[in-house]
T-cell receptor, first 114, second 113 residues
Framework: QKEVEQDPGPLSVPEGAIVSLNCTYSNSAFQYFMWYRQYSRKGPELLMYTYSSGNKEDGRFTAQVDKSSKYISLFIRDSQPSDSATYLCAMSGNSGGSNYKLTFGKGTLLTVNP | ETGVTQSPTHLIKTRGQQVTLRCSSQSGHNTVSWYQQALGQGPQFIFQYYREEENGRGNFPPRFSGLQFPNYSSELNVNALELDDSALYLC????????????FGPGTRLTVL
């Protein structure tokens, strides 16, 4: 079993839809949870950063972490064609004072159709 | 604030050759991590450098090595290139002891023929 599982999609939605992206994980040491957006042939761009369980909202984006279920989600409201990208979940755990290693999911390819 | 930069953008090598990739960290950051991203996969952690020393390593063979310089920039060296080394190589910078949020550069696309 991989440490982080993410449905690779692809996911295709109409403009204005609510998008739900999810990851599950197996390592209970993970404490820091991130979502990155990656456009084709570019580096990942940090979207959301959450510590431990709970919700975090930033504009149209909401990140949720449920550590008891080892499940994280990213919701995108009022999706736009410019949101079309691969979305990567990533997580890390404390190791010697620094969370030196990010463990990524495979990424979900999202297309928002005008 | 200057973001993470990487060079070169693209590189084509043949099997058995050696390659050096370069990374300049974001201003104010003292830690650099390297990741390999194969096509259709998430990035895989190679190693991290802090204070010019390796601070953690993923499941990569010794022919993957690195350096960090006093200005916090970094190099990734890969010897004896194999076809499976073809990938996007990503550098990420962060502040050790802070939130450790890692910010990525645009990557270097390496093709091994």
């Amino acid at each position: 079993q991989k440490e982080v599982e993410q449905d690779p999609g692809p996911l295709s939605v109409p403009e204005g839809a609510i998008v739900s992206l999810n990851c599950t994980y197996s390592n209970s040491a993970f404490q820091y949870f991130m979502w990155y957006r990656q456009y084709s042939r570019k580096g990942p761009e940090l979207l959301m950063y959450t510590y431990s369980s709970g919700n975090k909202e930033d504009g149209r984006f909401t990140a949720q972490v449920d550590k008891s279920s080892k499940y994280i989600s990213l919701f995108i409201r009022d999706s736009q064609p410019s949101d079309s990208a691969t979305y990567l979940c990533a997580m890390s755990g404390n190791s010697g004072g620094s969370n030196y290693k990010l463990t990524f999911g495979k990424g979900t390819l999202l297309t928002v159709n005008p | 604030e200057t973001g993470v930069t990487q060079s070169p953008t693209h590189l084509i090598k043949t099997r058995g050759q050696q390659v050096t990739l370069r990374c300049s960290s974001q201003s104010g950051h003292n830690t650099v991590s390297w990741y390999q991203q194969a096509l259709g996969q998430g990035p895989q952690f190679i190693f991290q450098y802090y204070r010019e020393e390796e601070n953690g390593r993923g499941n990569f063979p010794p022919r993957f090595s690195g350096l960090q310089f006093p200005n916090y920039s970094s190099e990734l060296n890969v010897n004896a290139l194999e076809l499976d080394d073809s990938a996007l190589y990503l550098c990420a910078s962060s502040l050790f002891g802070g939130s450790d949020t890692q910010y990525f550069g645009p990557g270097t696309r390496l093709t091994v023929l």
